[in-house]
């Protein structure tokens, strides 16, 4: 328990950092906010999920691997980008919209195919490593080509902010500067999360509390908590890019990363849990799908939208601890979660609809 508060300072510490430096290194060279988020961000915050699943893996514990990227996954979108709209409502770029929603709702895709007959093998995981290269390869360029497409209007906020001069004389105004901002803050958020964890799992057993609630629950939540802290920071901060772009990012990396990589050092296939392939793996792509009319829907995640998805994954872990200690309500509570996933994209399906009914003509054309 003594490392609780240590492990607290150190995940504000450190997406104080990270966001601080990947905000600058975008502009430094000439990468959006958006790309830093869902690429250098993404992927230095998810560095617990990918240390946990393939040591995991490589030990033979395939339940832990697999279970960590699908809860994290859900655990993203429904908790994460939950609160980070109560702090403030969360503009949605385009290309989110247009590119990497659908690119995370298709990889949630390829996962549950590629693991219908059973599990996951080496081929596989090389097939997922692949797509993830490609992908990284794609929205680089891809921002960079834009940037100097817009480049002739961009210079005219400069005068108006009047904070560019000053910054580019600041001690973080060079990319060596900012990359170790990056660098440590990555670091202390993973030092802060294992902190944290650790300090968790010991109350939990004081309390009397299974290993495996612990682990459905805590652990999986745990290493989740640099997203939790870079997205909640990056809110606060008002860099919404990196908020939103952090945890779409990390879902896809966690797939093809993490998985991949997982997949592609154990030393057998990955066996899919029955439980996993049945229900977590459903809510998992469901949760990714429901964020298309979500995020499409005014180019905004609302509060009230927050609030649902918080809703959701409260009731997503209470049936998951009900399971876990064979609870007497279990039985009841899973009729109503079995059709969990169904109604999640119904509900998001019919704001859609209904926003779009009775907003004013042209509002969606804005973008805003």
């Known amino acids: 328990m003594l490392w609780f508060i240590p492990g607290l300072i150190a995940l504000i510490l450190g997406a104080e950092l990270l966001v601080r430096g990947a905000s600058k290194l975008a502009l430094s060279f000439g990468i959006s906010p958006l790309v830093v988020g869902l690429t250098v961000v993404a992927f230095g915050t998810s560095s617990p999920e990918l240390a946990v699943s393939v040591q995991s893996a490589w030990s033979g514990q395939v339940d832990i691997a697999l279970g960590n990227v699908v809860g994290s996954n859900i655990f993203n979108v429904l908790f994460i980008l939950g609160l980070s709209a109560l702090i403030t409502p969360l503009l949605v770029h385009r290309q989110l919209i247009r590119q990497e929603v659908p690119m995370m ?3 949630s895709l390829l996962l549950w195919m590629l693991v219908a007959d059973g599990g996951i093998s080496r081929g596989d995981g090389l097939l997922l490593v692949g797509l ?3 992908y990284t390869f794609l929205i680089i360029r891809q921002s960079r080509r834009e ?4 480049a002739e209007p961009e210079p005219e ?3 108006d902010s009047g904070t560019k001069p000053a910054d580019d004389r600041a001690w973080d105004a060079h990319w060596l500067a900012q990359a170790l901002l990056v660098a440590v803050g990555m670091g202390l958020l993973v030092l802060g999360s294992n902190w944290l964890v650790e300090a968790a799992v010991t109350l939990a057993r004081r309390l009397g509390m299974s290993e495996v609630v612990v682990g459905l629950t805590i652990v999986a939540a745990g290493t989740s908590l640099p997203e939790v802290a870079t997205s909640i920071m990056a809110a606060v901060r008002g860099e919404r890019d990196i908020a939103v772009g952090n ?3 990390s879902n896809t990396f966690n797939i ?3 998985l991949g990589i997982s997949a592609s050092v154990a030393p057998g296939d990955l066996l899919v849990p029955a ?3 049945a229900f977590d793996l459903p809510v998992m792509v469901a949760v990714a799908v429901a964020c298309l009319p979500i995020f499409f829907t005014g180019h905004l995640i609302a509060r009230w939208e927050g609030a649902l998805f918080l809703a959701y994954y409260a009731a997503y872990t209470t049936y998951l601890v009900l399971d876990a200690a064979d609870h007497a309500a279990q039985s009841g509570f899973s009729l109503v979660m079995s059709s969990f996933a169904l109604p999640l994209t119904a509900i998001t399906l019919i704001v859609l609809a209904w926003r779009h009914w009775h907003s004013p003509r042209g509002a969606p054309a804005t973008g805003r």
């Open 105 to 107: 709702v298709a990889v």
């Open 132 to 134: 993830l290269l490609a």
């Open 147 to 150: 940037n100097v497409a817009l």
């Open 157 to 159: 906020p400069e005068p």
């Open 247 to 249: 945890v779409v990012g």
């Open 256 to 258: 093809l990363a993490v």
């Open 275 to 277: 439980s996993l392939l």
